[in-house]
């Protein structure tokens, strides 16, 4: 069995190859080739954390295994940050444990490649404004992998704390692209692309202020209750999923399904977009929406990539069980 360690995975994996491996866990779900077993998160009454495992199994690539760990909001206190994971793989011909590997900087890449596969199938050729809402940790994550999928001249930003935007701001400097902290309606007055990347429980960005041909990214709602765009955004837009499981309980989509402003059978898996098999975006006028919801598969998938080139490298530390 192999361990990779959280500091050894920077160098083990780049964005395209993050790329290109949630692309392909994504078209295997489609294909219903892969999928993911139920979700477990837990608030376990002690440093009140929640905790939990995401699980699945790609029939195709033979990615087998679970990540493990959440949110612990007191971990600053100890130096440490706050979500923690770590991924468990196993051999899908034995069940035997074959890796444990570091899963938070994986988790940040996996969320951050979703988008952009999002991005890549879903947004208008023309985009060249992007806007980016929140500015937490995720956010310079979310606005590097995206900024690979279009020619973006400008980058646009919002956050609750505007001083957190010097992060993004120097992100896109460094690449010679024009920066603008805005508010909310300039924002969605200037975004081709709008990727939202907060942890809200209640709408930031409204219907009202999202133009048409938009490709609006919703990728901070990951639990019940969570909520980041109104409902009549979801509504109005055709709306894309990793998985609709996961989009109709604990993604984007919960709300406007609550309030019957959309069905379960109007959210396409972004998957079919990748295989062909759903056209995606129909018109430039149109507004799309990607509900990211996060999947264990895309944890599987990135690991299984880290682990090889782990391997490769030298990076990996053989131990006996
Ligand atoms: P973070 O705590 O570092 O940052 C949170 C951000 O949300 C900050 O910009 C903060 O200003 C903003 N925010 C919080 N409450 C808000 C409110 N009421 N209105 C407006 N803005 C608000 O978190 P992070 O690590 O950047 O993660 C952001 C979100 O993404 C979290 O909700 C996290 O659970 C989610 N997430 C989703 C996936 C996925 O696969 N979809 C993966 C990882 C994280």
Redesign the pocket.
């Known amino acids: 069995m192999y361990l990779v360690p959280e500091r050894a995975i920077a160098e083990l994996i780049s964005a395209r190859d993050c790329f290109t491996a949630v692309e392909q866990v994504f078209a295997s779900m489609a294909r219903r080739s892969a999928y993911n077993f139920p979700v477990i998160r837990e608030a376990i009454g002690h440093r009140d954390a929640l905790y939990g495992f995401k699980s699945g199994f790609d029939r195709d690539s033979l990615a087998l295994g679970l990540k493990s760990g959440g949110?612990w909001p007191h971990n600053h206190e100890r130096g440490l940050i706050?979500?923690q994971s770590t991924i468990f793989l196993f051999d899908a011909d034995t069940g035997k444990c074959k890796a444990v590997v570091g899963a938070n900087l994986i988790?940040?890449l996996?969320?951050a490649a979703?988008a952009a596969v999002s991005v890549a199938h879903l947004a208008r050729k023309d985009a060249r404004t992007l806007g980016i809402?929140?500015?937490?940790?995720?956010?310079g994550f979310q606005l590097r992998a995206v900024l690979e999928q279009r020619p973006f001249g400008k980058v646009v930003a919002w956050?609750?704390?505007p001083d957190?935007l010097a992060a993004l701001e120097k992100i896109a400097v460094d690449r010679g692209l024009e920066f603008q902290a805005v508010s909310l309606e300039e924002l969605g007055a200037q975004s081709d692309v709008i990727v939202t990347?907060?942890?809200?429980?209640?709408p930031?960005l409204e219907n009202a202020v999202v133009k048409d041909g938009t490709h609006v990214v919703c990728?901070?709602?990951?639990?019940k209750g969570?909520q980041e765009v109104s409902a009549d955004l979801v509504a109005r837009a055709a709306t894309f999923t990793d998985e609709v499981a996961q989009a109709v309980t604990i993604g984007e989509c919960q709300h406007a399904l609550a309030l019957g402003a959309k069905t379960e059978a109007e959210i396409i898996e972004i998957g079919a977009v990748i295989n062909g098999t759903h056209p995606g975006r129909t018109s430039e006028r149109e507004v799309t929406l990607f509900d990211?919801?996060?999947?264990g598969l895309?944890d599987l998938a990135v690991a299984e990539v880290v682990l090889r080139s782990a391997i490769e490298k030298g990076a990996a530390t053989e131990v006996e069980m």
């Open positions: 949110y706050n979500h988790t940040a996996r969320t979703a809402v929140g500015a937490g940790h995720q956010a956050n609750r704390t957190k990347i907060t942890s809200s429980f209640a930031v990728m901070g709602t990951d639990t969570k990211g919801t996060g999947v895309q």
